[in-house]
């Protein structure tokens, strides 16, 4: 059963679990019946959750849009991979298929040029009225905090990778 009326939400800040806020939210609304898409900006590598993911089946779709590398410095080829990221969403979002509808990392996204703020702007604001989104990532701009109905910010109080330089771990950061 569809939502009657859907908001716009944003994951933001330095600190970690943006995207795994997300994931919960797309759980949980796998669970109580809703189609999630979860579109994943400048993420092209695969890790600990897609497999989880995979096992939900059909009750979501996934679908990254970038390369296995951390984005370091911007190429014509990362821009037009997002420009089609951002495409591919709207017609997600406008086709009311999708009762969830996640833009993990779309933040940074338009933090590095890659996608047109206004032209993210103008398809959440267009989105059907039971659509939910969620758009992750830092940099959050202040248009988007104000086009948002709830903003919630992860803030860095302290991380064992800046203290005692302990690297990404499967299944806890990737």
Do not use: N, W
Request: aromatic share 8%; proline share 2%; glycine share 10%.
């Amino acid at each position: 059963m569809p939502l009657k009326k859907g908001y716009i939400q944003v994951y933001t800040g330095e600190g970690k679990g943006k995207t795994t806020a997300a994931l919960g939210l797309a759980l949980r609304g796998v669970a109580a019946g809703y189609r999630v898409f979860f579109g994943q900006f400048c993420k092209g590598r695969l890790c600990s959750e897609h497999g989880g993911l995979k096992k939900l089946g059909a009750a979501i779709t996934v679908k990254q849009f970038g390369d296995k590398h951390f984005i370091k410095k911007i190429t014509l080829d990362q821009k037009k991979c997002a420009q089609k990221a951002l495409t591919e969403m709207k017609a997600v979002v406008s086709s009311g298929a999708y009762d969830l509808v996640i833009f993990d990392e779309v933040c940074v996204a338009v933090h590095l040029g890659l996608i047109d703020e206004k032209e993210l702007l103008e398809c959440l604001r267009g989105k059907p009225e039971h659509v939910e989104i969620v758009c992750t990532g830092r940099y959050a701009t202040p248009e988007l905090i104000r086009a948002a109905d709830l903003v919630s910010e992860m803030r860095e109080i302290k991380h064992y990778y800046r203290s005692k330089k302990i690297p990404a771990r499967k299944g806890i950061e990737f």
